[in-house]
């Protein structure tokens, strides 16, 4: 159980167009989601809680206007880049809880983001 | 300023070894810690967990420490195997903060030689 899954897998774009990005949990409801960014060799940054029903709540330094998320149910959040841009190539992860609060989160398998 | 730290970035183990992988935090208001691996161009995969209120936790193969006076916890992986080479991502949250989001280290690759 506690399957996520992201679509595309991979993707490359031309610069300035706007790419989305599916993140689903298949055998669970997820009240809240969130979505990360890694770039090689570091970290796995957060850049936002997705909650179903409301907006998304940014860390500091992430664009809302540019990286759009929307949690439109308990299973499904998308996280659309807007304009992109060379330097928002990256490998974008997003992860579910089982319920509210909880602990340990189950990752989707990532998108890669190639911009042009 | 990294709240969660893993200080070597990689570790080279014999296979049937003890790997032990080493992470730091700084924020004590941390209450709840978790270990994922990872493998190239995939997510994270959650493999053991600690809370606060304990020092060790044991599943398998791994065992997780927790030293919270020296704010450090480590993963011990016994026996090793070929399998268990990835990347492997201490995490910590604290459930009286935000909605869970979790803080990871910067990753410790782990290779273990046939």
């Known amino acids: 159980g506690a399957v996520v899954s992201q679509h595309p897998s991979r993707v490359i774009c031309k610069s300035g167009t706007s790419v989305k990005i599916e993140c689903r949990s298949l055998?669970?409801?997820?009240?809240?989601m969130f979505w990360y960014r890694q770039f090689p060799k570091q970290s796995l940054m957060l850049m936002a809680t997705s909650n179903e029903g409301s907006k998304a709540t940014y860390e500091q330094g992430v664009e809302k206007d540019k990286f759009l998320i929307n949690h439109a149910s308990l299973t499904l959040s998308t996280l659309t880049v807007t304009s992109a841009h060379p330097e928002d190539s990256s490998f974008y992860i997003c992860s579910a809880g089982q319920r509210q609060g909880a602990y340990e989160q189950y990752f989707g398998p990532g998108t890669r983001l190639t911009v042009t | 300023d990294q709240q969660v730290k893993q200080n070597s970035p990689s570790l080279s183990v014999q296979e049937g070894r003890i790997s032990i992988l080493n992470c730091d935090y700084t924020?004590?208001?941390?209450?709840?810690f978790l270990w994922y691996k990872k493998y190239p161009a995939e997510g994270p995969t959650f493999l053991i967990s600690i809370s606060s209120i304990k020092d060790k936790n044991e599943d398998g193969r791994f065992t997780v420490f927790l030293n919270k006076s020296a704010k450090h916890l480590s993963l011990h992986i016994v026996p090793s195997q070929p399998g268990d080479s990835a990347v492997y991502f201490c995490a910590a949250t604290n459930y009286g903060g935000s909605q869970g989001n979790l803080i990871f280290g910067k990753g410790t690759k782990l290779s273990v030689k046939p």
């Open positions: 924020n004590s208001m941390f209450d709840y």
């Open positions: 055998d669970f409801q997820a009240t809240t």
